[in-house]
């Protein structure tokens, strides 16, 4: 029937087709014979929906021309023949042989009855061939409650098992063991039970009938079944099949033959548009779970866990996205690769054949060169965005603190307010302004207060042409001095305020509400920044100490004697350092650059991941591709051919890589990693793309593919080519 059935396929698909049957008659090992007017079928004797005879009937529309008729079961032992028509029906005949077995027989039967229903409904929608598998699921748990009951209790059961649970009686185990395999699975136990009550079907006529009506669709659709002719040989031919001889030394010759599954040769492209359905749905699929991602990273208010979740549900759209983009740009890559040599060509094929696992590879390597990429991008827009604010804010020459710089980015020391008096009488001295730094409480955060005199320091900020609002921030230092306050930007957008809120500060003097006058860009700590005059912090706090001075040079002072002499006469005495402001920038971006040193750890990361992922891609190419190398061999190529060829792939693997690496650091530094900082910190810095990092991670994916390939290299010299051209 297997070949009846491919032939009928054939035959509809256009194809010319001769069948070729040992027999006398069609079918086989199901034609029937008969015996003084008895017709006995020699092989099975019916068929259950749980099977592939009536879909293939329906695909091929026979199923109107043949009909079928139920066929009953009964049970008999001695004088008994019960009829099995249904549960209750066979639960009320088997107690009046065994009324000591009521109570068992009926909750027994009860459970074929709840089983047996949702089985049926199962078989018959056609989940048994994967068709709408979920759906039907959910409408089978839906009308049948109590299904998942059934088949719990059959878990981990054989049929004779059940049997020994319900039942004492060896008598009736014997009975209802007999009825299937003893050993097989419990569930099948219902699959047996709905099989003789409604499911057991003949072909009117008889099992001959079923092969006959498959001829007779062959000879419409102008093919040719030939009885009694044994096939004596395939003909091969320069490794392809030629025909077949028969019995009678006939040769008939095969237009085409094909070691390739009916289905890919009856439907022309069938694989690739199954295939290619997968890739789609795996696309679909993908498109909701980035969307997820990038709402559940970018909203201010998500929370960490979701946040993860989200990075979690981009990371599988990007596995299940691959396979369909290797396939949309695996045309255009064969288009262009087929005219420019056949070890390109090869290379590409090998690439585009496989679009899960190339993709899986592609993935894992540029998923972990972005890391640096996005690592980078971030770092240096981080750097960029702190280098401006410190040029703007940074309007003195020298400023005096009792940290040293390399102990701590943070001032955290304190020197005596009086230092500043004597600062501010040096002739040397234009300007000096002192500043406190310390933490407080807000909100559950540790957040920075600074106080400085703000009249003096926004006006050597507008005379050095600093400010790029000098009204605006002229106005915002009298507001200061008025007792308003302002906050960092980071500040504002962790808690949501802006210009005219109020805040409550607990200080030494009590609670007290302060109004907010300006919003001012300041990076000076990642959880916000408060700015308050320095006369209203010492009247708060009662707090004269200063953490650091910071002095603008009259115009006729020398820098470096000034500091110098500063540094002589109080670092000793009372541990005071004096750094110069391009000192300040210095270290702020060598804190930035230090932190760019991670890249190099994630680099590693990023050999070890992609470096095993493309040696497995190679090597699973050798192996699926031996008997395809072998033959290359043998007709002429060499091993540096294949060397090359395999070379050629690496490349086009770490290639695809690298370009990932970089378009999924760009993403990730741009539309997760930013808005992540903005959540945590409320700093947003300028996107800056990394062409450095880029052309590094470029060709890092190079040299690590060609490095993978090592390994399969050596598994080439291992092919026997005899053995590949055998199979051939």
Not at 229 to 242: D, S
């Amino acid at each position: 029937m297997a070949g009846l059935t491919t032939a009928a396929y054939l035959a509809r698909a256009g194809l010319k087709v001769q069948v070729f049957e040992q027999h006398t008659l069609p079918g086989g090992y199901i034609s029937s014979f008969v015996r003084e007017g008895f017709t006995f079928p020699a092989g099975p004797t019916s068929l259950t929906s749980n099977g592939i005879t009536f879909p293939i009937l329906k695909d091929l529309g026979l199923d109107a021309k043949r009909r079928f008729v139920r066929v009953g079961h009964q049970i008999s032992w001695g004088e008994v023949d019960i009829p099995l028509q249904n549960p209750q029906q066979t639960c009320r005949a088997l107690e009046t042989c065994f009324p000591a077995e009521k109570r068992g027989l009926e909750r027994y039967f009860r459970w074929v009855e709840v089983g047996g229903n949702g089985f049926r409904e199962m078989v018959e929608s056609g989940l048994m061939f994967g068709k709408d598998a979920f759906k039907t699921m959910l409408g089978v748990w839906a009308r049948h409650p109590r299904f998942p009951w059934a088949a719990w209790v059959a878990h981990g059961q054989t049929n004779r098992s059940l049997h020994e649970r319900f039942f004492k009686d060896p008598t009736l185990q014997k009975y209802l063991n007999e009825l299937a395999y003893p050993v097989m699975p419990g569930q099948n136990t219902l699959g047996m039970w709905i099989s003789y009550f409604y499911d057991t079907w003949v072909p009117v006529g008889g099992m001959q009938a079923l092969a006959n009506i498959f001829v007779r669709f062959i000879h419409d659709h102008g093919g040719e079944v030939h009885l009694g002719q044994r096939i004596r040989r395939v003909r091969v031919e320069e490794g392809a099949a030629r025909g077949v001889e028969l019995e009678n030394g006939a040769f008939i010759p095969a237009r085409m033959a094909a070691r390739l599954p009916p289905v890919e040769v009856i439907k022309s492209g069938a694989l690739e548009r199954r295939n290619g359905t997968r890739t789609r749905l795996g696309l679909m699929t993908s498109l909701p779970l980035l969307a997820a991602c990038f709402v559940l990273v970018r909203h201010p208010r998500t929370t960490w866990e979701w946040t993860v979740a989200g990075l979690i549900a981009g990371l599988i759209a990007l596995v299940l996205a691959g396979p369909h983009v290797v396939s949309l740009l695996g045309r255009p890559l064969l288009r262009w690769s087929s005219s420019r040599g056949a070890t390109l060509f090869l290379a590409a094929d090998s690439v585009v054949k496989f679009p899960a696992r190339t993709s899986l590879t592609v993935v894992a390597l540029g998923g972990s060169l972005s890391l640096v990429v996005a690592l980078a991008g971030t770092i240096q827009s981080l750097e960029r965005d702190i280098v401006a604010w410190m040029n703007d804010v940074f309007a003195f020459d020298l400023s005096l603190q009792v940290n040293e710089l390399s102990a701590s980015p943070y001032a955290t020391g304190r020197m005596p307010g009086s230092f500043i008096d004597v600062v501010r009488r040096d002739p040397q001295c234009g300007e000096a302004y002192g500043v406190r730094a310390t933490f407080l409480e807000y909100a559950g955060d540790d957040v920075l207060l600074i106080a400085y005199d703000v009249e003096p320091f926004q006006r050597g900020r507008v005379q050095r042409g600093k400010s790029r609002d000098p009204a605006g921030d002229l106005a915002a230092a009298a507001a200061m001095r008025a007792g308003k306050i302002a906050v960092s930007t980071n500040f504002a957008v962790i808690h949501g305020l802006d210009i005219g809120d109020r805040i409550e500060l607990a200080t030494p003097a009590g609670r007290r509400a302060f109004e907010i006058a300006h919003v001012q860009i300041d990076h000076s700590w990642f959880r916000g920044v408060l700015f308050m005059d320095l006369t209203l912090y010492r009247e708060l706090w009662n707090d004269d100490t200063l953490t650091y001075i910071d002095i603008r040079l009259a115009p006729a002072a020398d820098l470096e004697a000034y500091r110098a002499e500063l540094t002589q006469r109080w670092n000793a005495s009372h541990g005071v350092f004096v750094n110069r402001t391009q000192d300040l920038i210095d270290y702020g971006v060598r804190i930035m650059r230090e932190w760019f040193r991670l890249a190099n750890v994630q680099l590693l990361l990023a050999v070890i991941i992609g470096g095993v992922g493309v040696a497995n891609t190679l090597l699973i190419s050798v192996i699926t591709q031996s008997r395809q190398i072998a033959l290359l061999r043998a007709i002429g190529a060499s091993a540096g051919h294949i060397r090359r060829m395999l070379a050629t792939e690496a490349a086009l693997v770490g290639l695809a890589g690298g370009v990932c690496g970089c378009v999924l650091g760009l993403i990730t530094a741009r539309w997760l990693i930013l808005p992540m900082m903005i959540k945590a910190s409320g700093i947003a810095p300028p996107f800056v793309v990394p062409v450095g990092a880029m052309a590094a991670a470029m060709a890092a994916a190079l040299a690590i593919s060609l490095g993978a390939s090592v390994l399969p290299l050596r598994a080439v010299r291992r092919i026997d080519i005899v053995q590949g051209i055998g199979y051939e």
